[in-house]
T-cell receptor, first 115, second 114 residues
């Protein structure tokens, strides 16, 4: 089966611009997660979708970040306007069940650089 | 504060040598414990996990980890590393059964000398 696909793999944008990251989960996986790793720090949870609904968005840093999952398939994460501190690697993961014990499958991440 | 600590940011070992990567957590109860690996250009791959039972857990690629409650540790080991093990390794915890998100440590980058 195809894995979790993220694109772009890299993005370099200027401060103040808008960027949209996309994640295609494994087909049939209702649960989709976004995580972020800021430079040299730990990977942190951003939010969790169950189908098209946001189950938990407690990790979203501020209202410049908007995540959507229309139709319960792929998801987008938009950053508008981007700030320097948004630079990092954004990971997406999907799973069949919602508990971590089911096992996530992670994508290879999108490296975002804001200059 | 609750946290996951990987004290070694970067480790270098020779091919064929043994490896131990450290992970400590700070939580009131025993969490659910995981080790992930990220090879260059790849996503995070689950190496192994511990929920309960035998405290020595076997994983993929010849890795194992031992849960020590008294030390709040979950160290990852491999008896003989291969050049392909060069990657970044992440320890992670989930606080409760049914938890829906992971808390990660900062990661340990492993370099293998030929």
């Amino acid at each position: 089966e195809a894995g979790v696909t993220q694109f772009p793999s890299h993005s370099v944008i200027e401060k103040g611009q808008t960027v949209t990251l996309r994640c295609d989960p494994i087909s049939g996986h209702d649960n989709l997660y976004w995580y972020r790793r800021v430079m040299g720090k730990e990977i942190k949870f951003l939010l969790h979708f169950v189908k098209e609904s946001k189950q938990d968005e407690s990790g979203m840093p501020n209202n410049r970040f908007l995540a959507e999952r229309t139709g319960g398939t792929y998801s987008t994460l938009k950053v508008q306007p981007a700030e320097l501190e948004d630079s990092g690697v954004y990971f997406c993961a999907s799973s069949q069940g919602s508990a971590v014990g089911y096992g996530y499958t992670f994508g290879s991440g999108t490296r975002l650089t804001v200059v | 504060a609750q946290s996951v600590t990987q004290p070694d940011i970067h480790i270098t070992v020779s091919e064929g040598a043994s490896l131990e990567l450290r992970c400590n957590y700070s939580y009131g109860a025993t969490p659910y414990l995981f080790w992930y690996v990220q090879s260059p250009g790849q996503g995070l791959q689950l190496l192994l996990k511990y929920f309960s039972g035998d405290t020595l857990v076997q994983g993929i690629k010849g890795f194992e980890a031992e849960f020590k409650r008294s030390q709040s540790s979950f160290n990852l080991r491999k008896p003989s590393v291969h050049w392909s093990d060069a990657a970044e390794y992440f320890c992670a915890v989930a606080l409760i059964q049914g938890a829906q998100k992971l808390v990660f440590g900062q990661g340990t980058r492993l370099t293998i000398n030929p």
